[in-house]
């Protein structure tokens, strides 16, 4: 066999795959039922290979269903001979249901990733491109493997922690499987606590009103600022743009020791104004820089016309400029929400009351000796949920292109 045929090359990918499958699951099934499922490595690899084997055998033009199924049956059969029936070091007797779905879902995802990373390889000797095309498309797939489970996994551990109680968190801390049938009253009892003894809500609602107002106090100086070095010719126009997030060439931690004594003496410090005061001054920057990048891409004829048919400056940014960029302004608002909500530091150093905590101040006050484990995750995901369903909910408005086809030639 020639190095860099498209058997050789499969068979590598389904290797690559197969072992990446078998772990993955085998991980899964420790973490969900709480048992040692140890992946046997040698299974999931010669089930990668010889799903691959039989994708690659037939050309691409006559690869059908029937074909994946085969190459799907394969993988289980190949990885119960190696296995004796038992891929994952665990009987078959514990937790049997579970172990012959993770089965499943290696074979289904072996097939899937080699079907689509071998979609127009065949067993012959490839040209360098096809060569070059199938290697990418591994190397792509493991990248998004690799930063799913970094995103996936952390985050996992955090919601199962929260649903845990104290004594299950004593016996076995690794144990991240959840009991259904103690009732769902039970597993939100670090919510319900976090809440009535832990005044959540109120760092919940502090922190939704430091983040809107800076969005808001963002928006308000970001807009104006934006427009005139996008649009207006003034002198330092350039300087001026160029040097926009020359402030984020400073550490944050160096500004907190003199913004610490100056509030302190100006009584801001221990003040929910102090924050509005600083975050602001942090977000400015560069929501101007993005936001004048995009008025840049906005037709000049549009506005031009509006200045022609009577609308001053004020009104054509108004009626013109802000409806085109309502998807820079989405993303703006966004990102500054984000900074606003997540912030750590300037909370941490200059709010002492804890009737005023913002969230993530609040999150890091349940971190002691004092207060169970389950709570601080609770927390987590509090402060972690609000920004994932505003994220998803603003998609819809970062894919949009308003100013397609508003010039006509």
């Known amino acids: 066999m020639r190095i860099g045929t498209g058997l050789l090359l499969g068979l590598i990918s389904g290797l690559i795959w197969g072992v990446i499958a078998i772990v993955i699951t085998g991980i899964s099934l420790t973490l969900i039922t709480g048992l040692a499922a140890t992946p046997i490595i040698s299974a999931g690899a010669l089930g990668g290979a010889v799903n691959a084997a039989i994708i690659i055998s037939r050309p691409p033009k006559k690869r059908t269903p029937g074909l994946y199924l085969v190459a799907f049956a394969a993988v289980v059969i190949a990885m119960m001979l190696v296995s004796f029936g038992m891929p994952f070091s665990l009987s078959f007797s514990q937790s049997s249901a579970i172990q012959a779905f993770g089965v499943g879902l290696i074979a289904m995802a072996i097939t899937f990733a080699n079907r689509m990373c071998l979609i127009d390889a065949h067993a012959g000797m490839l040209k360098r491109y096809s060569f070059d095309l199938v290697i990418v498309r591994v190397l792509k797939g493991l990248g998004f493997v690799f930063f799913s489970v970094i995103v996936i996994l952390p985050f996992y551990v955090m919601v199962m922690t929260s649903l845990k109680n104290q004594q299950d968190l004593f016996l076995n801390p690794l144990d991240l499987s959840i009991d259904l049938t103690q009732g769902v009253g039970s597993l939100v009892d670090s919510y319900v606590e976090l809440f009535t003894q832990f005044n959540f809500g109120s760092f919940l609602l502090t922190s939704t009103i430091v983040s809107v107002s800076t969005v808001l106090v963002t ?166 949920v609000p920004i994932l369903a505003i994220f998803l909910w603003f998609e819809r408005f970062l894919v949009q292109g308003l100013t397609a086809g508003s010039v006509k030639g």
């Open 219 to 384: 928006l308000a100086f970001s807009i104006p600022g934006a427009y005139a070095v996008a649009r207006l010719k003034f002198p330092g126009q350039a300087v001026l743009s160029s040097s926009i997030l020359l402030i984020y060439l400073v550490p944050m931690i160096v500004l907190v020791i003199p913004l610490y004594a100056v509030f302190s003496q100006l009584g801001l410090r221990n003040s929910l104004i102090g924050l509005l005061i600083v975050y602001p001054a942090t977000t400015v920057p560069v929501a101007l820089y993005m936001l004048q990048g995009y008025f840049r891409g906005i037709p000049a004829e549009l506005e031009e016309a509006g200045l022609m048919d009577g609308l001053s400056r004020l009104g054509v940014i108004w009626k013109i400029t802000l409806p085109l960029a309502l998807p820079a302004l989405a993303s703006v608002s966004l990102y500054v929400f984000m900074i606003a909500w997540n912030e750590f530091l300037f909370a941490f150093m200059f709010l002492d009351d804890p009737g005023i905590f913002t969230l993530s101040r609040g999150v890091v006050s349940l971190n002691s000796s004092e207060v169970p484990r389950q709570h601080l995750m609770a927390g987590a995901v509090i402060a972690t």
